[in-house]
């Protein structure tokens, strides 16, 4: 019998909070109370189920959490997540913090989950286009060896926050009214009806975005191959949940569709689409989604396939929930392939 543990919920308002408050309900985590925190504008407030939200301040009782599941932005993780594991949680965290330290595991719950045998309190939930795209790539880099990949990503707004999913209603429904639309305050240009082809931000002097950064620093941290080469282009397209992915695989051993196709379908976490994947399939869903897996005609060892999966929940807050349980002991690893 798995005895109760107390979690807080750092970010519980916002759109992955919300999410992993919903998840923790929905895989009956043996929770013996679970906590929201967010920011003095949300305290009191009282969530769907009943929980009422406590300010993060330095009022705030941090004692006696077994667990606290962070997504609240990078600034807030700096400062808040030692202070929860100084007294005694183990924290997973969702925003970029701490996953470029090479002390801290980044772990993807089918990828990894051996870099937890080594966490000292603190566990890094990978950026959301990585963490789905790893899921599909782990089992083909496991068999092949992956040399290079050739990524375009198409993501949705709800990977910016909740902010964002306002903008692209907001801006959606006074075009629809043949209206001037709000102008942009979360993206640079307007998202509504359009594709911006940068998403993420320019760190001065850089030509690529932090998204595209994280994809090519994260997937060489989560599978342990320093040598594999990332192309990545990150683009925002308006659609709420779900983001898709076109990724071209070059291997070291040749490998046909037919056996990614084999290995994906026995992989945990994936789901092999006959017809195209799409964000708004994939909604709501914990699996990782891939279709269109072809070969690469211009190369002798490479191939194409498109992933789509659910930002919010395996991108962010399903993984840290699996986390959660793999720390807890109330799940074991899945067997890799
Ligand atoms: N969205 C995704 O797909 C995704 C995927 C992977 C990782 N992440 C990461 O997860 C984090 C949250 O993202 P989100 O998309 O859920 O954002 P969001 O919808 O904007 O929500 C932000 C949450 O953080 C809280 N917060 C902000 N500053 C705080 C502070 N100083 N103290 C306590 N709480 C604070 C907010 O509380 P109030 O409501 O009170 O303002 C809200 O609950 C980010 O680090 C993001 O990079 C997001």
């Not at 919920?9 to 919300?18: F, K, P, S, W």
């Not at 999966?309 to 890799?336: F, M």
């Amino acid at each position: 019998m798995t005895r109760g543990y107390r979690v807080a919920v750092v970010g519980a308002t916002g759109v992955v909070g919300t999410t992993m408050l919903e998840l923790l309900r929905e895989r009956s985590f043996p929770a013996s109370e679970i906590v929201p925190f967010a920011t003095e504008r949300s305290a009191g407030r009282e969530l769907d189920g009943g929980l009422v939200v406590r300010a993060l301040n330095e009022e705030a009782d941090l004692r006696g959490f077994d667990l606290a599941l962070f997504s609240a932005g990078a600034g807030t993780s700096r400062e808040w997540a030692p202070r929860f594991v100084e007294a005694g949680a183990t924290v997973v965290d969702n925003s970029s913090a701490w996953r470029r330290d090479p002390s801290i595991p980044l772990v993807v719950s089918e990828v990894n989950p051996h870099a937890l045998e080594r966490h000292r309190g603190l566990i890094a939930n990978p950026n959301c286009s990585t963490m789905q795209m790893l899921v599909a790539l782990a089992p083909i880099h496991r068999r092949a060896g992956i040399e290079r990949l050739v990524v375009s990503t198409y993501q949705s707004v709800s990977g910016t926050g909740k902010k964002a999913v306002d903008e692209l209603d907001a801006q959606s429904r006074a075009s629809l009214n043949h209206k001037d639309p709000p102008a942009p305050e979360v993206y640079p240009e307007p998202i509504a009806f359009n594709v911006i082809g940068a998403a993420g931000n320019f760190a001065d002097g850089d030509d690529h975005t932090d998204e595209e950064r994280k994809m090519m620093f994260e997937t060489r941290k989560i599978l342990e191959a320093p040598e594999i080469g990332v192309a990545v282009t990150c683009g925002r397209v308006p659609v709420r949940v779900g983001h898709s992915e076109a990724v071209n695989v070059q291997t070291r051993d040749a490998i046909g569709p037919e056996e990614v196709r084999e290995l994906l379908a026995s992989a945990p976490g994936v789901e092999v689409a006959e017809a195209v994947p799409t964000p708004l399939k994939a909604e709501g869903r914990d699996e990782v989604f891939v279709g269109r897996i072809r070969a690469d005609e211009s190369h002798p060892r490479a191939f194409s396939m498109w992933i789509v999966s659910d930002n919010l929940r395996k991108g962010a807050a399903t993984n840290a929930v699996q986390i959660a349980e793999l720390v807890a002991g109330v799940r074991s690893a899945p067997q890799l392939a």
